[in-house]
């Protein structure tokens, strides 16, 4: 059974950093785009980044320039770090993996982010 396991949140201060870590295991299919979406308490959840494959990133408007997507494809993991975090940035983070040749999308359990004023 695939497992999807995030780690790296946790509380921070605006205007600090935090660094989120996804690997994705029990998987022998390739792993086509990996993202990060949020959710904050009583909003949907919303793409934050996503990454393909060949390393092309994509970002929600509201992060440009503060959050990096990354990835390891040898590794299956992708990475978020998050510089100049702010309280809107609180939320839970999950992790996606998307395997195209069976039309699966894989999520992690979520990871919380706040962020205080």
């Known amino acids: 059974q695939v497992q999807v396991a995030e780690s790296g949140g946790g509380l921070v201060q605006a205007g600090g950093s935090l660094s989120l870590s996804c690997t994705v295991s029990?998987?022998?299919?390739?792993?086509?785009?990996m993202a990060w979406y949020r959710q904050a308490p009583g909003k949907q959840r919303d793409l934050v980044a996503v990454?393909?494959?060949?390393?092309?990133?994509t970002y929600a408007e509201s992060v440009k320039g503060r959050f990096t997507i990354s990835r390891d494809n040898a590794k299956n993991a992708v990475y978020l770090q998050m510089n100049s975090l702010k309280p809107e940035d609180t939320a839970v983070y999950y992790c996606?993996?998307?395997?195209?040749?069976?039309?699966?999308?894989?999520w992690g359990q979520g990871t919380q982010v706040t962020v205080s004023s």
């Open positions: 029990r998987i022998i299919l390739y792993i086509n785009d």
């Open positions: 996606n993996a998307k395997v195209e040749a069976i039309g699966r999308d894989y």
């Open positions: 990454v393909t494959r060949g390393g092309f990133a």
